[in-house]
């Protein structure tokens, strides 16, 4: 005999949270995580509020970039924000810039990431 859920139950169930990564599965945290970004915008957020950027593969997810960044880096990061950089070409000129996937990645105080600079 099958007891019915309420709704409040039902609410819970679905709320639960997917932590399982999607395409770690597939590729290995190196294959995640593509490099990480270097420039003089990044190493300011780096110094004062400890946010780390790293190019990240196409299909990743939080859940898969936070599994990578424990891996390679032995860190466990507070929160981590996705941001799809767009294509940026022109006709005139020959600069082109791709787009691609960029990972923001918060570290608590206490920790640090060497990236050898």
Not at 19 to 48: A, F
Not at 51 to 77: C, G, R, T
């Amino acid at each position: 005999m099958c007891i019915p859920m309420t709704f409040k139950q039902i609410l819970q169930a679905r709320a639960k949270k997917n932590t399982t990564g999607k395409i770690i599965k597939k590729l290995s945290p190196y294959g995640v995580i593509l490099s990480p970004i270097v420039t003089e915008k990044t190493h300011k957020q780096q110094e004062e509020s400890n946010k780390y950027s790293f190019k990240v593969h196409n299909d990743a997810n939080k859940n898969d970039v936070k599994q990578a960044i424990e891996f390679l880096y032995k860190v466990h990061p507070d929160g981590i924000n996705m941001v799809k950089v767009v294509y940026k070409g022109r006709n005139q000129r020959k600069l082109v810039r791709k787009a691609y996937k960029k990972a923001i990645v918060t570290l608590p105080k206490k920790e640090k990431i060497e990236l050898g600079s």
